[in-house]
T-cell receptor
Framework: GEDVEQSLFLSVREGDSSVINCTYT??????LYWYKQEPGAGLQLLTY?????DMKQDQRLTVLLNKKDKHLSLRIADTQTGDSAIYFC???????????FGTGTSLTVIP | ETGVTQSPTHLIKTRGQQVTLRCSSQ?????VSWYQQALGQGPQFIFQ???????GRGNFPPRFSGLQFPNYSSELNVNALELDDSALYLC?????????????FGPGTRLTVL
């Protein structure tokens, strides 16, 4: 479970939807997470999904999980300039909360 | 504001030196994890402590060591610093160490090794 991959950059216009994708390798991961990192700040937990779920919605955020393809996505509806940040997906190592993080996707929102 | 603080904010050391980074967890959080985030990369798990005992370790050499104290503070020590140790070091605290225990990250310590 050490290869968690993400595309490096994403640019969207304010008000559009953003979709950030992630592929992971460890099928035994019980939870998968999305974190946000703004410059000079630590990692902020956005949402997480249990591995037996396909989808989770939380206000503007929708997480989709395809276990067969080991693919996770985060959709941000009505993207705002304050959403500009680096987004990391993370998988847990078995049942603990020790994480493997992806490489991060830098989201730029154009006004 | 996660209630997790780290010190110092920035640090510059030279190759071969030793460094101690500090983290203050949320009160009541028995678990602290440390991560190394190189520039342009995602955080990599170094190790985790639960109730002052090491509870798991990533792929880091023994010159990376840690301590956790009863007052919810912890330290990351790195001996014989190498240039590649330059990174942002993040600590995260949680109540426990199961996957359902949310981790709260500190703002990090930026270490530069010259």
């Amino acid at each position: 479970g050490e290869d968690v991959e993400q595309s490096l950059f994403l640019s969207v216009r304010e008000g559009d939807s953003s979709v950030i994708n992630c592929t992971y390798t460890d099928s035994s991961s019980t939870y998968l997470y999305w974190y946000k990192q703004e410059p000079g700040a630590g990692l902020q937990l956005l949402t997480y999904i249990f591995s037996n779920m396909d989808m989770k919605q939380d206000q503007r955020l929708t997480v989709l999980l395809n276990k067969k393809d080991k693919h996770l996505s985060l959709r941000i509806a009505d993207t705002q300039t304050g959403d500009s940040a680096i987004y990391f997906c993370a998988e847990t190592m078995n049942t603990g909360n020790q994480f493997y993080f992806g490489t991060g996707t830098s989201l730029t929102v154009i006004p | 504001e996660t209630g997790v603080t780290q010190s110092p904010t920035h640090l510059i050391k030279t190759r071969g030196q030793q460094v101690t980074l500090r983290c203050s967890s949320q009160s009541g959080h028995n678990t602290v994890s440390w991560y190394q985030q190189a520039l342009g990369q995602g955080p990599q798990f170094i190790f985790q402590y639960y109730r002052e005992e090491e509870n798991g370790r990533g792929n880091f050499p023994p010159r990376f060591s840690g301590l956790q104290f009863p007052n919810y503070s912890s330290e990351l020590n790195v001996n014989a610093l190498e240039l590649d140790d330059s990174a942002l070091y993040l600590c995260a605290s949680s109540l426990g160490w199961s996957a359902t225990d949310t981790q709260y990250f500190g703002p990090g310590t930026r270490l530069t090794v010259l």
